[in-house]
């Protein structure tokens, strides 16, 4: 298990919130109470840094996304083409559902 580290920038009235380590059971909780203070807003959620997301991971991440649709939101996520975690994402049918991009700039692009 690697730690958990989450960086979160403001970009023009969006937040990219950046996840460094693995997303788990044990790690889940964490990026969602960081996202929770950013409902309502527009977030980028950027897993570029991720080498592990299990279910909880991804569970996490589509209930703030739908969290954040409710509370007049959006939330998109970063997950580069080739990536385990895009790979998962492929899996699980979610590359529209969450809006994911291969980049920051492009996701922060469709945030704005």
Same mark, same amino acid.
């Given at each position: 298990?690697? +730690? *958990?580290?989450?960086?979160?920038?403001? #970009?023009? =009235? $969006?937040?990219? %919130?950046?996840?460094?380590? !693995?997303?788990?059971?044990?790690?889940?909780? +964490? *990026?969602?109470?960081?996202?929770?203070? #950013?409902? =309502? $807003?527009?977030? %980028?959620?950027?897993?570029? !840094?991720?080498?592990?997301?299990?279910?909880?991971?991804?569970?996490?991440?589509?209930?703030?996304?739908?969290? $954040?649709?409710?509370?007049?939101?959006?939330?998109?996520?970063?997950?580069?083409?080739?990536?385990?975690?895009?790979?998962?994402?492929?899996?699980?049918?979610?590359?529209?559902?969450?809006?994911?991009?291969?980049?920051?700039?492009?996701?922060?692009?469709?945030?704005?």
């Amino acid at each position: 298990m690697t +730690d *958990l580290r989450i960086d979160e920038q403001e #970009h023009g =009235g $969006a937040w990219s %919130v950046t996840v460094h380590g !693995d997303l788990d059971l044990s790690s889940a909780p +964490d *990026l969602c109470r960081r996202l929770t203070a #950013h409902r =309502g $807003a527009r977030v %980028v959620v950027d897993l570029t !840094d991720v080498g592990f997301c299990d279910s909880c991971g991804m569970r996490a991440i589509m209930g703030e996304a739908r969290e $954040a649709r409710i509370a007049g939101g959006l939330l998109v996520v970063v997950s580069p083409a080739g990536s385990a975690v895009r790979r998962l994402l492929e899996l699980c049918g979610l590359l529209e559902t969450l809006g994911v991009h291969g980049d920051r700039d492009h996701a922060l692009a469709a945030a704005a």
